[in-house]
């Protein structure tokens, strides 16, 4: 039997009470993304008290993050720990009581299905459109919950997503169940289109204040506690959008844009993001001078690198450690155009981060040269 006393603030509220409190130790909460609003969303439902937590990021911790993303320090910077591993090592010690599961990986339409068996909802902590529309065409196919949130410069947005009710998949075991009337428009039917690339603001170019985020992640979360707790008629059914600089809260209806959009995803059913088959094998990292390579499709058998003997072989090219989960290091003779060394991190799995090149063929042979092709 878990501890309630713990909860006990929590259990007060009437809205909550001791049933609400189990309901929420029996849940699953999926949440993408391990940056500003993914800690802080962690954090929360952590301390909150859902049972499990899934995080999932692919990157590791860096000095600039530390000013808005709680669960990190110093330490984590280092050692460049993974940052869902970070935020799992941090939550064992906040609340012993919860399990999480830590996934180093790449998000994306390859691995998207694998990581909802048994999640109550997902929870949005994303840095791009792309990615976000294929959380929404996961949670649309599926029927789960989905909460969007972002966050940028002094401002962000939040919204909770009830897609139309279909018939669950066999597998989707959500907690969370909704009628049709209680069912929203989903983040196609409220933004068709993504932002062009350059053309909107990035946490990289624009900055982002902490606390901009911070009430962006508290909105998600508490929509996130009433879908758990059977709360629905509590939800924030409106989309809101927030800048803490300007003084500016402003509440959108979108009650009517799923019947006025002609919804490729939730109306006509077609899941483009999650479909696709053509998923680049460099991406550039929007605004981070750094480059992401992934093995191609074709490499079916999974692989698993010996980090440990690879950190030796890339001795002589720099310094390299490998510390248990991922291999980073800067290379001597291989710079940027200012004379900064170009730095690697390189994943079990064979996923590559290089810095310092902006160009996916210049980190491709980078990749080639020192990993193999
Ligand atoms: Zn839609």
Redesign the pocket.
């Given at each position: 039997m878990p501890d309630l006393d713990r909860y006990h603030r929590q259990i007060l509220l009437p809205g909550i009470g001791e049933a609400g409190q189990r309901r929420l130790l029996d849940s699953h909460a999926l949440v993408v993304g391990c940056g500003a609003l993914g800690t802080m969303i962690v954090d929360a439902l952590a301390r909150a008290g859902v049972g499990t937590l899934s995080i999932i990021d692919r990157d590791t911790v860096e000095l600039t993050n530390l000013q808005r993303q709680v669960m990190f320090d110093e330490a984590d910077v280092e050692q460049a720990m993974p940052k869902a591993e970070a935020a799992k090592s941090k939550i064992a010690r906040i609340n012993s009581q919860i399990v999480v599961h830590a996934r180093v990986d790449d998000f994306n339409h390859r691995n998207a299905e694998r990581h909802i068996k048994d999640v109550d909802v997902i929870l949005d902590g994303l840095d791009n459109f792309e990615t976000r529309y294929l959380l929404n065409d996961l949670a649309?196919k599926f029927g789960l919950p989905y909460i969007y949130g972002g966050a940028v410069a002094t401002g962000g947005m939040s919204m909770p997503i009830l897609p139309h009710p279909r018939k669950r998949a066999s597998g989707i075991r959500s907690s969370v169940t909704w009628t049709q009337e209680q069912s929203t428009?989903?983040?196609?039917?409220v933004f068709p289109h993504a932002p062009p690339p350059g053309a909107s603001q990035t946490c990289d170019t624009a900055g982002v204040l902490g606390s901009a985020a911070a009430v962006i992640a508290a909105h998600q979360v508490t929509q996130a506690i009433k879908l758990l707790t059977g709360n629905l008629d509590a939800l924030d059914r409106s989309l809101l959008s927030i800048d803490v600089w300007a003084n500016q809260t402003r509440r959108f209806d979108i009650s009517g844009?799923?019947s006025l959009?002609g919804?490729?995803?939730?109306?006509e059913g077609r899941f483009d993001f999650l479909d696709a088959r053509a998923g680049s094998a460099a991406a550039t990292l929007c605004g981070r001078n750094a480059v992401q390579i992934t093995l191609p499709d074709e490499a079916t058998e999974p692989v698993t690198l010996d980090l440990n003997t690879l950190a030796q072989r890339l001795c002589p090219h720099g310094s390299f450690t490998y510390n248990g989960y991922l291999l980073h290091g800067r290379f001597i003779n291989e710079t940027t155009s200012q004379g900064e060394p170009i730095e690697l991190t390189l994943f079990p799995d064979g996923r590559a981060i290089v810095k310092g090149v902006t160009e996916p063929d210049a980190a491709r042979s980078i990749y080639a040269k020192y990993i193999g092709a």
């Open positions: 649309v428009p989903c983040l196609r039917c844009a799923r959009s919804c490729p995803c939730c109306a």
